[in-house]
């Protein structure tokens, strides 16, 4: 089973500053198999990035994902106030067929 | 426009059964996966199981593997999960969501349901 684990935990920073997001698989994860997600309180997980870096449909520019193998990044350019939530990345595999990372939560400091 | 329209969930006692239901609409539903994910209160995303477009095929997570069922009407555009032998750390929101396609990853989420699973 592939182990996703993502730092930091908690991200304390202002807007429009950059956020760099980290994803570190146990074994070798295929770039075409992982993908980010937003969550906010109370509301379900929103699709950011599929395929390591492609942007799904009508998420701002300012998100991008890179990285390869066993480590994978979520970056966001200009932080603007809404996109203070929750994001998680999620791998697909064999058994199990998906995982999700702990999560790191990216609070306005 | 896509909606994924969660159903079921409630109070049940450990070792109870309950029967979550998804309505789909706006998508061709029998062209794809369809997954359910659960949140415990404060906790992270879980898998739980997915399901092929035709229903040949499903997965599990090792957690519920034997207990949960994973189902899908496509002639009702409906997706189920029945639930059995249900234990206090079943307890979670659960969400339907949709495969993008032959890409991995989950385009359209379902607001989520709450399962207690309590005495």
């Known amino acids: 089973e592939i182990v996703l684990t993502q730092s930091p935990g908690t991200l304390s920073l202002s807007p429009g500053e950059r956020a760099t997001l980290s994803c570190r698989a146990s074994?070798?994860?295929?770039?075409?198999?992982l993908a980010w997600y937003q969550q906010k309180p109370g509301q379900a997980p929103r699709l950011l990035i599929y395929g390591a870096s492609n942007r799904a449909a009508g998420i701002p520019d300012r998100f991008s994902g890179s990285g390869s193998g066993t480590d994978f990044t979520l970056t966001i350019s200009r932080l603007e106030p809404e996109d203070f939530a929750v994001y998680y990345c999620q791998q697909y595999g064999s058994s199990p067929l998906y995982t999700f990372g702990q999560g790191t939560k990216l609070e306005i400091k | 426009e896509v909606q994924l329209l969660e159903s079921g969930g409630g109070l049940v006692q450990p070792g109870g059964s309950l029967r979550l239901s998804c309505a789909a609409s706006?998508?061709?539903?029998?062209?794809?996966?369809m997954s359910w994910v659960r949140q415990a209160p404060g906790k992270g995303l879980e898998w739980v199981s997915a399901i092929t477009p035709s229903g040949y095929s499903t997965y599990y997570a090792d957690s519920v593997k034997g207990r949960f069922t994973i189902s899908r009407d496509n002639s009702k555009n409906t997706l189920s999960l029945q639930m059995n032998s249900l234990r206090a750390e079943d307890t979670a929101v659960y969400y339907c969501?949709?495969?993008?396609?032959?890409?991995?990853?989950?385009?359209?989420w379902g607001q989520g349901i709450l399962v207690t699973v309590s005495s």
């Open positions: 706006g998508f061709t539903f029998n062209n794809y996966a």
């Open positions: 074994q070798s994860v295929s770039s075409s198999y």
């Open positions: 969501a949709k495969k993008v396609g032959v890409i991995p990853g989950f385009d359209y």
